[in-house]
């Protein structure tokens, strides 16, 4: 092995390990990731409202798509999550929210409290109300929320099998075995 290839040897090795070889000490990394902070907060003070409601919502989308991409099986509730964190973004009280979508704010509360499910014409009331908030910030796809919904109630399903799976096990018979 020549020593240009042991070179390249090991500048390939500290990339995939994410060693950063532009600091020639700690000292000199900290006093970068700290201005780069002050920088990143100086821009965020001069954001409009606007602005920030923007970035909020794309991050929102953005967690609603990763969250249907994953298989995972937990009890959290991710649809109740959700839309308090879209309500919360757009509205400064969500009572303001419910008036728009025409429910009644108890009903909406219910919701997100996760006290009540919400209902077909919710989730389509609500489908149209984002349609029509992100039409000019991102695409945001229609079935997005119903999505959400029935993935957190497919893993609820899978989640909860111990309690409710020994029981309906006893009431299930297969009288015809295919061979």
Known sequence: MTMESKKNKGFI???EYGLDSRYKSNEEYKSEATLLMEARLNRMKNLSKDQIIRAKLMQLKLKMEEYIKQPIYDDRNHFS???KLYVDTIYSKRNRFADDINIKPIRLSQVINNHREP???FIM???IHSEKVYE???DFHKKT???VYFHEKICDTM???EKWRPEL???IKISELIK
């Open 125 to 127: 009331k609500l489908m």
């Open 136 to 138: 000019n910030i991102c």
């Open 145 to 147: 929320w119903y999505q």
């Open 159 to 161: 989640s909860s099998q």
């Open 13 to 15: 090795e500290d990339a």
């Open 81 to 83: 999550e959700f839309l």
């Open 169 to 171: 096990e006893k009431d």
């Open 119 to 121: 209902k077909d014409e």
